[in-house]
């Protein structure tokens, strides 16, 4: 079972496994097969992509707790990136046919429309991450540093589902169930930080204890 | 001008044959279940096509309607399989699969309320209140999207005539049909089924205002309000009532559906204004299907010459 993790051959599959979303939309769109509306075709298929690209990133460090797999830490990264792949081609398609490359208007709208404006923050929030992904970001910031920036991917996927929320007009069940992933995955940090805490505590207090009795 | 009678046509004509892939039950099939579901309901979504057949009665010794635009028309399978009919779910490919079965044989439409001579009527007897016109409409949606399709049917004033509507009806109240047997995707909608609508008496009394019994040279397709609807083409979509089984003329405004979930986004009138924007979709311009930029929209959707002075004196913003 480790062999398989830490294979070199799992991550460069996992790597084609991820582009299989990209390489249907572009098999789709050269078919003619985007339905009656291609634009909002590819810009909702961009956006459950980034949802769940961001919610499997979100997935490795409780699954690595949970099931003893310390080895799926390698392939947080190429989740997070993709994660940063799917929401640039989402925005993209946002500025292009939405805006017709129009920046000024893409800022009037931005300020405008509220699920866009909480939509394009979580966008915002992806650009450091992806930027400071590689191994000399993390040396130099400092692997402390590093991993408080990295927990502004928890605040990308709570915008993301609110700007998913807010844009349905009234059949809330796809937002909520990406809602309740997303908070599970919190809930379980906050939980495990919790339980930590609590465990490490008593240790402390018990250490002078035995050295008294000893 | 070319007024012939149409064609003696019986609803029971139409059969809803109807062949097509469910493709939630061959996902079941395939065993994708938990917590990869979503992922893999995308993977396989994107491998297979959407395939359905429908289903009509042609119509023949259509009057042509001045009326009409010039404009190119949407595709006949755009305007089947891109729906909002959320009786039938609420994904735009929902009613083309959902709808499939929908009974729509025998059909009463009962007019009632404050008329002279309220009675039901069969689609039969629908078919023959006035000759039948096709009139080539643009069609705007509240979500930015627009389509042109060639409906069929007359001005609803020549029903109201019928029925005589006494000098108390200042508005009609529309019903749609709902069974939740028929639906069972309408309760994850959020609305309140039956769809209701409304219009002021001289917005119902305009030539504009459309009943509708058929688009493309064909009766209507289910998923797109079958067997009868209005189709009011200088209001957003949602005030074109599908599936009509009850028309009645009312004292008071009547409550409408979606401005009961959502009042601040959806106002009774919901005349077509690129000034009066929605705080999801920006109302300034439009999609129209099959092209990728947005285009300008028109005030009342191109239609003011026929309907703006129904609105003089009136804040559209106020009145949205």
């Known amino acids: 079972m480790r062999a398989f993790f830490t294979s070199k051959w799992t991550k460069v599959a996992l790597f084609f496994l991820c582009l299989v979303p990209f390489a249907g939309l572009v098999w789709r769109s050269l078919h003619g097969d985007l339905g009656a509306n291609p634009v909002e075709f590819l810009q909702h298929a961009t956006g459950d992509w980034t ?6 990133t979100l997935c490795i ?24 792949f799917y929401v640039c081609l989402h925005f993209l398609t946002y500025l292009g046919p939405d805006q017709q490359f129009d920046l000024a208007g893409m800022w009037k709208d931005v300020a405008k429309r509220p699920f866009i404006t909480v939509g394009f923050t979580a966008f915002v929030l992806l650009i ?16 402390k540093r590093w991993q408080m920036l990295h927990r502004s991917i928890y605040f990308a996927a709570v915008f993301g589902v609110i700007h998913y929320y807010w844009l349905v007009k009234s059949d809330v069940r796809k937002p909520l169930f990406y809602g309740a992933l997303v908070g599970i995955l919190l809930l379980w940090r906050l939980g495990d930080w919790f339980f930590k805490r609590r465990s490490q505590a008593p240790v402390r207090m018990a250490a002078p204890s035995i050295s008294v009795n000893g | ?28 099939a395939m065993g994708i279940v938990g917590a990869t579901a979503a992922a893999g309901r995308g993977l396989f979504e994107m491998a297979l096509p959407s395939q359905t057949t429908i289903a009509a009665t042609k119509l023949t010794g259509l009057a042509k309607s001045p009326l009409s635009t010039s404009e190119k028309q949407n595709s006949y399978q755009d305007v089947t399989h891109y729906n909002n009919f959320w009786e039938f779910g609420t994904d735009k490919s929902d009613p083309a699969k959902n709808a499939q079965n929908f ?8 007019v009632e309320g404050e008329v002279a001579k309220p009675r039901k009527f069969t689609m039969d007897e629908i078919m023959k209140i006035a000759p039948l016109e096709e009139r080539i409409y643009r069609h705007r949606c509240v979500e930015a999207w627009s389509i042109v399709v060639p409906w069929i049917g007359f001005s609803f004033s020549n029903l109201a005539k019928l029925v005589q509507p006494t000098p108390k009806a200042q508005f009609v109240a529309f019903e749609s049909f709902f069974d939740p047997i028929q639906m069972p ?32 040279g064909e009766t209507l397709p289910n998923q797109d309000g079958a067997p009868v609807r209005m189709v009011l083409p200088w209001k957003y979509g949602f005030k074109s ?38 705080l999801r979709y920006t ?8 092209e990728i930029f947005r285009r300008p929209t028109l005030m009342f959707n191109g239609y003011a010459d026929q309907v703006a002075s129904m609105y003089n004196g009136m804040d559209l913003k106020k009145n949205y």
Do not use: H
Not at chain 2, 247 to 273: C, D, E, H, K, L
């Open chain 1, 51 to 56: 949802l769940r690209f961001l919610i499997f």
């Open chain 1, 61 to 84: 460090t409780p699954f690595r707790k949970l099931f003893k797999l310390p080895d799926l830490i390698r392939f947080r990264r190429m989740l997070g990136l993709f994660a940063f």
């Open chain 1, 128 to 143: 450091p991450l992806a930027i400071t992904s590689t191994a000399g970001w993390i040396r130099r910031l400092g692997g």
């Open chain 2, 1 to 28: 001008m070319l007024l012939r009678k149409a064609q003696e046509l019986t609803y029971s004509d139409v059969t809803a044959k109807s062949v097509y892939l469910d493709r939630r039950k061959f996902l079941r």
């Open chain 2, 103 to 110: 009974k729509i044989s025998p059909w009463t439409v009962s």
């Open chain 2, 185 to 216: 995707e309408a309760k994850y909608s959020g609305l309140d089924f039956p769809y209701v609508e409304g219009l002021r008496l001289d917005e119902a009394m305009n030539p504009l205002a459309l009943l509708c019994v058929g688009m493309y």
């Open chain 2, 241 to 278: 009532v599908k599936s009509i089984v009850k028309i009645r003329f009312v004292r008071s405004q009547p409550p409408t559906t979606w401005n009961m979930a959502n009042p601040p986004a959806y106002g009774f009138y919901s005349n077509v204004n690129p000034t009066a924007d929605n």
């Open chain 2, 283 to 290: 109302q300034a311009q439009e999609r129209r299907l099959g």
